[in-house]
């Protein structure tokens, strides 16, 4: 599997499994129209509750990242949801906010909060190259 699911995280587990597929996702690991394992063989793959992985995979339905079809599978959207580009602004605004309340709690200075920007940047568009 390419991501790992952390039991003891205080993220939900459903959410983990969320994350980590939008991750693969957006990395180039899981193509658009790529088959995902189903529900069950999901859950036995990380010794999880078949209930937990059923949610993660009807949330992601909900934001149109997946599709399931009838006797077919699970399988990654074509296309990525088009999101109003004032509301994705504004949901990643959010996060950006959670990541500078952070690092001002961690004394990271705005110019260090840049670099480590920049670095991890350059790190995801090296490993899309991968």
Not at 28 to 44: F, K, M, N, Q
Not at 65 to 77: K, P, Q, V, W, Y
């Amino acid at each position: 599997m390419w991501f790992d699911v952390d039991p003891r995280s205080s993220t939900p587990i459903y959410q983990q499994l969320m994350e980590g597929i939008k991750e693969g996702i957006a990395r180039g690991i899981l193509a658009p129209g790529e088959r995902l394992p189903t529900v069950r063989d999901l859950a036995s793959e990380l010794s999880l509750s078949p209930n937990t992985v059923a949610k993660a995979y009807q949330r992601l339905e909900q934001e149109k990242i997946i599709e399931t079809m009838r006797s077919r599978g699970t399988f990654i959207a074509e296309q990525p949801p088009i999101v109003n580009s004032e509301e994705g602004w504004e949901e990643v605004g959010v996060l950006l906010d959670k990541v500078l309340v952070e690092a001002y709690h961690l004394g990271i200075s705005h110019e260090d909060l840049r670099r480590l920007f920049a670095r991890k940047l350059e790190n995801w568009n090296r490993r899309g190259e991968e």
